[in-house]
């Protein structure tokens, strides 16, 4: 299963852009990636997932790289929140399945 | 739309003992998966339900179990319960699981202490 690598923790200060790192250089063609995050004391929930192109959403941005094997999560304006741990999962035909690491958890100081 | 529900949110049991957990996924959900989270393993993957088949299964001893119902509501049972198996209990639902882009929906877990 193709896996990723993330920094186990990072700190930002309110209201300034978050930038949090993913490597996954045993990308396939086909596989997704996929970031979910983890507020304390609730479930996963979902952030944003892409392939190729950089993607937008309500919540962040997703921007990967040309040679697909890293990626990066933006949060343009961090809040209090938005402290969580962040999860980047790839999900392609062979590893339907979730597959969950550390994460790393973001630390969004005041 | 209701999100995931699952009960009890708190159980406290003793080695030894067995313990069901009950998850309802969202309207329309057909995939239902579950996860156990460990401060020192994390988030891993025990099994998922579709259609009221075991369609995946994680690396978990027989002692954990699981089934989905017609409606898609799905349970999960640990008999003869070990210390290590205190953590929390995710189930996640999902429209069919399988596409790429399919997205779960976590509930917000049950805490089980074993004691």
């Known amino acids: 299963d193709a896996k990723t690598t993330q920094p186990n923790s990072m700190e930002s200060n309110e209201e300034e852009p978050v930038h949090l790192p993913c490597n996954h250089s045993t990308i396939s063609g086909t596989d997704y990636i996929h970031w979910y995050r983890q507020l304390p004391s609730q479930g996963p929930e979902y952030v944003i997932h892409g392939l190729t192109s950089n993607v937008n959403n309500r919540m962040a941005s997703l921007a990967i790289a040309e040679d697909r094997k890293s990626s990066t999560l933006i949060l343009h304006r961090a809040t209090l929140r938005d402290a969580a741990v962040y999860y980047c999962?790839?999900?392609?035909?062979?590893?339907?399945?979730?597959?969950w690491g550390a994460g790393t958890k973001l630390i969004i100081k005041p | 739309k209701a999100g995931v529900t699952q009960t009890p949110r708190y159980l406290i049991k003793t080695r030894g003992q067995q313990v069901t957990l009950s998850c309802s996924p969202i309207s329309g959900h057909r995939s239902v998966s579950w996860y156990q989270q460990t401060p020192g393993q994390g988030l891993q993957f025990l099994f998922e339900?579709?259609?009221?088949?075991?369609?995946n299964k994680g690396n978990f001893p027989g002692r954990f179990s699981g089934r989905q119902f017609s409606n898609s509501r799905s349970e999960m049972n640990v008999s003869t319960l070990e210390l290590g198996d205190s953590a929390l209990y995710l189930c996640?639902?999902?429209?069919?699981?399988?596409?790429?882009?399919?997205?779960?929906?976590f509930g917000p877990g049950t805490r089980l202490t074993v004691l």
């Open positions: 339900y579709f259609s009221e088949t075991q369609r």
């Open positions: 999962i790839l999900r392609g035909r062979s590893n339907y399945q979730l597959i």
């Open positions: 996640a639902s999902s429209f069919d699981g399988l596409g790429l882009t399919d997205t779960q929906y």
